[in-house]
């Protein structure tokens, strides 16, 4: 039975007084984790430059900790190098160095890359929980040649989220030596939210050293156990800190835009009609309130793509594509409004002309609040079984609120509410959520929401929308249990036929679905090359509200680890789909194989063999897919990355079509702050008109190619330079140019 979205609203917020009994029970008598250990952290007892040199001698009297112990592939075993991590902090910055021996430093792995690029490479690095609820921390990391990467992680996530779109300003160096290689990190405080206080700080951390070889070391300072699932809550502590305040300054970070947009009006007759340059200067700010509150906001902002998106091919698909946000003003934060039912994915921001966020953080409870005017609204029309979109001209209002309250033992209720306002155009969604830690192993999650909406009157009649105001509710109950030896999990999800998250990203509703899964671990003893073998296999079952049963799908599968950091997959499985009034049984054969043998190669192989359902045509078919990488790393600066997707469909004695998509990257890096890039995207379908129900082209092609330019002093002070080429072509026509562009950005950031 339907309510309505108010009371159903309502209900939901009388749960929270329910929940929090519920999560301090689960909750008792946490098992400690093994061999925490505390640290103290002492002032510098001098100036430190940051340059790679250990020759200052306030890093004489400083912490030093020895990362003893191998975590991953190895259990808790002898470290293979020895890596001895040194800390301090004045004032205003927390100092970190690492001496990294290499008993062949010629086989250390590092180049030249742009910042949060360098995970294949070695790297040191500290995790900070700066709030000490092992929820929520951040993560500096900087490999051999002074290459940053910084990142957040959540433990209450949806499984240990890292997000790399976090960037915060602080100072690194590295540089190899004749016994391995050593880093220096400076990072200020003022780039840190921590509580307010004179007291000496707490503080979880962790030191870390990534040493990829045949396998991918994982060094730390104290071991980890892998039957207790959460990470941060086995992290050690950092104590001393005292006297030094979290970040406060007001940030200004003005820019200026320039872009001209050329395009042939009458494809492919006449001539490139050159477009007017478009100028805009633009303000974005950032501002610590208090020491636990920031306050961000921009206005007339610059959201150009400056990273290509990866091409998709896009055919025998029935539902919208994804597509990751990476736009900056929107990326910092993002997963504190993740959610297990995609209620926010900022990408349906369109075009805003101004935005404004806060997040912050007291104690146990956090939030999170953003707002934008998108002068244009794109919508996403969800369905049973696709979706469409469509866009309106007209402006809209978009605001989300995130709440979150940590609860006893890492468990976590949770409040989310979207709106988007716009003219004869209303959608709103509010609800609670929830993570309950049982005990060290399992996790139970839960959400449930209510949805309001109403669509112009060309939506209704175009799309065969609902008239007027409707209403519907989603709900979603998860559990999991990950051990050392073994992992289990069940999920339900129940998609109301006329629920709607105009904010979010869900092309699916009016659906009941239901999964049961599972696996067993094995590890290889030491020195065995061979590091970890899983076998598992999960049964899901989709239904709509109707009872129509969508999909029923069993699935084995067989996993491994093994030498040159390779790891393969194995799944062969039965899915009877219904289509069209028909269910279609498909067999099928999903498998993955990887390797880096060197530091400058790296390949992978992912494919899928077997039955799929023609959508376009209401017929079973032979599907061959296949996707390709190869990355290629020629010296320090050079670095080639390949990708091929091939897809063929075989049906009634013929082919229906054959695609292929190719996407060359190439990247020259000058240094740690330039680099010119080129992309290539070429995507060629080839069809077989006989054996499709409507008229379709016999081949289109397209071909985008952008070549770009970027200096980066930090995240924020910045110039790019770029140009874009588009070109189409199908069975009759030779690729032709539609458009091209140029874009310039300068970005300064300006602490006052």
């Known amino acids: 039975m339907k309510i309505g979205f108010t009371k159903f609203l309502s209900r939901a917020l009388a749960c929270l007084t329910l929940v929090p009994s519920l999560v301090v029970f689960a909750a008792q008598d946490p098992t400690a984790p093994p061999n925490r250990a505390t640290y103290g952290l002492t002032r510098a007892a001098g100036p430190i430059v940051v340059d790679g040199q250990l020759d200052e001698p306030a890093w004489q009297s400083a912490l030093q900790i020895s990362l003893a112990y191998e975590i991953r592939p190895g259990e808790n075993i002898a470290a293979p190098v020895a890596t001895t991590m040194f800390a301090a902090y004045d004032d205003d910055q927390l100092?970190?160095?690492?001496?990294?021996?290499?008993?062949?430093?010629?086989?250390?792995?590092?180049?030249?890359?742009?910042?949060?690029?360098?995970?294949?490479?070695?790297?040191?690095?500290?995790?900070?929980?700066?709030?000490?609820?092992?929820?929520?921390?951040?993560?500096?990391?900087?490999?051999?040649?002074?290459v940053q990467m910084d990142l957040t992680v959540d433990d209450l996530a949806n499984g240990d989220n890292e997000d790399a779109s976090w960037d915060a300003i602080w100072d690194s160096a590295g540089r190899i030596t004749a016994q391995g290689y050593v880093v220096e990190m400076a990072i200020p405080?003022?780039?840190?939210?921590?509580?307010?206080?004179?007291?000496?700080?707490?503080?979880?951390?962790?030191?870390?050293?990534?040493?990829?070889?045949?396998?991918?070391?994982?060094?730390?300072?104290?071991?980890?156990?892998?039957?207790?699932?959460?990470?941060?809550?086995?992290?050690?502590?950092?104590?001393?800190?005292?006297?030094?305040?979290?970040?406060?300054?007001?940030?200004?970070?003005?820019?200026?835009?320039?872009?001209?947009?050329?395009?042939?009006?009458?494809?492919?007759?006449?001539?490139?009609?050159?477009?007017?340059?478009?100028?805009?200067?633009?303000?974005?700010?950032?501002?610590?309130?208090?020491?636990?509150?920031?306050?961000?906001?921009?206005?007339?902002?610059?959201?150009?793509?400056?990273?290509?998106?990866?091409?998709?091919?896009?055919?025998?698909?029935?539902?919208?594509?994804?597509?990751?946000?990476?736009?900056?003003f929107f990326l910092e934060g993002a997963d504190f409004f993740s959610t297990p039912i995609s209620t926010v994915f900022t990408r349906n921001v369109a075009d805003p002309s101004w935005g404004a966020k806060a997040v912050g953080k007291q104690g146990a409870n956090a939030f999170g609040v953003f707002v934008a005017e998108d002068d244009l609204t794109q919508i996403l029309l969800p369905g049973t079984f696709s979706s469409d979109a469509t866009s309106l001209e007209d402006k809209s209002l978009d605001s989300v609120l995130r709440y979150r309250r940590d609860i006893g033992a890492g468990s976590a209720i949770g409040l989310v509410l979207t709106d988007r306002?716009?003219?004869?155009?209303?959608?709103?969604?509010?609800?609670?959520?929830?993570?309950?830690?049982?005990n060290d192993q399992s996790t139970f999650r839960f959400q449930a929401l209510g949805s309001q909406t109403e669509y112009p009157g060309e939506v209704v009649a175009d799309f065969e929308q609902p008239d007027g105001r409707f209403s519907d509710q989603a709900f979603y109950l998860g559990y999991s249990r990950n051990s050392r030896s073994s992992s289990a999990y069940a999920r339900y999800e129940d998609i109301g036929d006329e629920f709607r998250a105009d904010m979010g990203f869900l092309p699916q509703i009016g659906r009941r679905s239901a999964l049961l899964g599972g696996s067993r671990n094995f590890y290889g003893k030491e020195g065995n090359p061979w590091t970890r073998w899983s076998i598992g296999g999960d049964v899901n079952l989709d239904r709509t509200q109707g009872d129509i049963t969508l999909e029923e799908e069993w699935e084995l599968f067989l996993e491994a680890e093994g030498p040159y950091q390779s790891s393969f997959f194995l799944g062969p499985g039965l899915r009877d789909r219904y289509w069209n009034g028909v269910t279609y049984r498909e067999k099928f054969l999903g498998f993955y194989a990887g390797a880096r043998p060197s530091g400058a190669v790296s390949l992978e192989v992912d494919g899928r063999v077997g039955d799929q359902v023609d959508f376009a045509n209401d017929r079973l078919g032979d599907i061959v897919s296949l996707a390709a990488a190869v990355r290629l790393n020629v010296g320090r600066h050079l670095r080639f990355e390949l990708n091929h997707n091939f897809r063929r469909l075989s049906a009634d004695g013929g082919t229906v079509f054959t695609a292929n998509l190719s996407q060359v990257r190439t990247v020259y890096q000058f240094n740690i702050r330039s680099f010119v890039r080129a992309v290539v995207q070429y995507t060629d379908i080839e069809r077989d008109p006989l054996l499709w129900v409507d008229e379709v082209d016999r081949r289109t092609k397209d071909l985008f190619t952008q070549l770009l330019f970027s200096y980066k002093v930090n995240p924020r002070t910045v110039l790019f330079l770029g140009y874009t080429d588009g070109r189409s072509g199908d069975q009759n026509l030779s690729l032709t140019q539609e458009s091209r562009s140029i874009f310039l950005k300068l970005g300064y950031a300006w602490a006052v």
Do not use: M
């Not at 995970?119 to 490999?143: K, P």
């Not at 969604?429 to 993570?435: E, T, Y």
């Open 95 to 146: 100092y970190f160095a690492f001496d990294a021996r290499d008993p062949d430093p010629k086989a250390i792995r590092a180049n030249l890359s742009d910042r949060d690029l360098a995970f294949r490479d070695d790297f040191v690095g500290v995790i900070l929980d700066t709030f000490n609820d092992e929820r929520r921390a951040v993560e500096f990391f900087v490999n051999p040649l002074g």
């Open 189 to 328: 405080f003022s780039s840190l939210r921590f509580q307010k206080g004179t007291d000496s700080q707490t503080w979880g951390f962790q030191p870390f050293r990534a040493y990829p070889r045949s396998a991918r070391h994982q060094l730390s300072d104290t071991p980890r156990s892998r039957n207790i699932s959460c990470g941060l809550c086995q992290a050690s502590k950092l104590t001393g800190i005292a006297g030094v305040e979290p970040g406060k300054n007001l940030e200004l970070t003005p820019t200026l835009t320039a872009g001209r947009i050329d395009t042939r009006e009458d494809f492919p007759r006449g001539d490139l009609v050159s477009g007017d340059t478009d100028t805009e200067f633009g303000l974005t700010a950032s501002w610590g309130v208090t020491p636990n509150i920031n306050l961000s906001g921009t206005i007339n902002p610059d959201f150009s793509q400056v990273e290509a998106d990866a091409a998709q091919l896009d055919i025998n698909n029935t539902f919208a594509l994804f597509f990751p946000e990476r736009r900056p």
């Open 421 to 438: 306002e716009g003219d004869g155009y209303s959608n709103r969604v509010g609800g609670i959520d929830g993570l309950l830690r049982i």
